[in-house]
């Protein structure tokens, strides 16, 4: 079986999540959102444990295919304990088994969650309510153990103001909820609520992630993030083209390290609790990640890449655009063990090669 450009990846992130990995040994894994930027490692994660490791877990990987089934799914289903299903998550599953959860099904990019709000929002709260009922019920009715996460996002910060730059956890945010990323971070925002009052007051053990720039292979190049953008432009371009002005600043975490933190949620986690999971640095502007791409790729033998910066046809794709976006990480690595190692300008190296720029 191929895994392509990321063997080295999965081979280390088993190795440091061996106690989380292991500690899911013979127990039931639901991944919603499978055929997504997560769900590819995700799913690439728990095919290598299994073919490697004797203490499988049993995973059922979902989607329902909303944007395509991706090639790569068919080699996945052929490891062993490995399910595929297609399913919808506004569907309510009335034969749930599930000991573990991670729900990792929404519409996440700029582009499309603009493009289909209402369906954003049925996702993100029909679609998890749907999974908390139904993993409340199995708990009750079976009196087992059960382990749910939840994807939220760090959009639910909205733009924080500079005082709140590194942001934790406990910054309420300033958010819009009427504008054109609401129905994305609106509904982040229920769901949050939601599976905290699961927890408060049904007794269904929940733990929330908020993911900070998750880049790495497996990334749609479609997804209209700053990443994707410039990788795509230089493969059809041999250029980078950007839609703001470049002083926008973001920290990049790379995607085994957040898979790493993910994992440590989901098994170490408190219930109730959120985990910001990125890195704290470095903040770069995103005129910087072009030069900085620019010239891992031009060092790699391309010809010299132009930097072109020109507005989007979008009138609306900057609007509530957060102008700085830094996670305080603190909590995440005093309670769950989660602490990131991998270097930007590496980790877009292994980016660029997985998508045959370099």
């Known amino acids: 079986m191929e895994f392509k450009n990321i063997k080295d990846d999965l081979e280390k992130s088993c190795e440091d999540l061996y106690d989380e990995l292991n500690a899911l040994t013979n127990q039931r894994l639901l991944l919603t959102g499978s055929a997504g930027f997560l ?9 290598y444990w299994n073919m490697h490791y004797s203490n499988r877990i049993l995973c059922t990987l979902q989607d329902n295919f909303s944007r395509g089934r991706p090639s790569w799914l068919n080699n996945i289903s052929r490891a062993p304990d490995i399910n595929l299903e297609q ?17 990792a099904a929404s519409i996440a990019s700029p582009v499309f969650y603009r493009r289909y709000p209402i369906e954003t929002m049925d996702a993100n709260v029909i679609g998890l309510r749907n999974l908390l009922d ?11 153990e059960t382990r749910f996460l939840y994807f939220s996002t760090s959009e639910i910060y909205g733009d924080p103001s500079a005082e709140n730059i590194p942001t934790s956890e406990e910054y309420r945010g300033n958010v819009s909820c009427t504008g054109p990323r609401a129905s994305y971070d609106e509904s982040k925002r229920y769901g949050e609520t939601l599976c905290v009052n699961f927890w408060k007051s049904r007794g269904l053990p929940v733990t929330i992630v908020r993911p900070f720039n998750n880049y790495g292979p497996g990334l749609n190049l479609d997804d209209g993030r700053a990443i994707s953008d410039y990788i795509k432009s230089v493969k059809e371009t041999n250029s980078i083209v950007m839609y703001s ?3 926008p600043t973001r920290t990049f975490c790379y995607i085994s390290d957040a898979i790493s933190g993910y994992i440590k949620a989901l098994v170490n986690g408190s219930p109730g609790e959120s985990y910001n999971i990125g890195n704290e640095g470095p903040e770069i502007s995103m005129l910087d990640l072009a030069y900085l791409i620019k010239g891992l790729c ?31 990480i603190s909590k995440a690595k005093t309670q769950i063990g989660f602490s990131p190692s991998v270097e930007l300008e590496d980790g877009l190296r292994r980016t660029l090669r997985w998508n045959g720029v370099i």
Request: proline share 3%; hydrophobic share 30%.
């Open 39 to 47: 769900g590819f490692y995700f799913s690439h994660l728990f095919a």
């Open 87 to 103: 399913y919808d998550v506004l569907d309510y599953m009335s034969d749930f088994y599930f000991e573990n959860v991670i729900h």
């Open 134 to 144: 139904a993993q409340l019920n199995f708990r009750k009715n079976t009196g087992v």
């Open 245 to 247: 002005d470049g002083t």
């Open 298 to 328: 031009e060092n790699s033998g391309h010809t010299e890449i132009k930097i072109i910066k020109q507005k989007n046809q979008d009138k609306e794709y900057l609007t509530d655009n957060p102008n700085r976006r830094c996670p305080n």
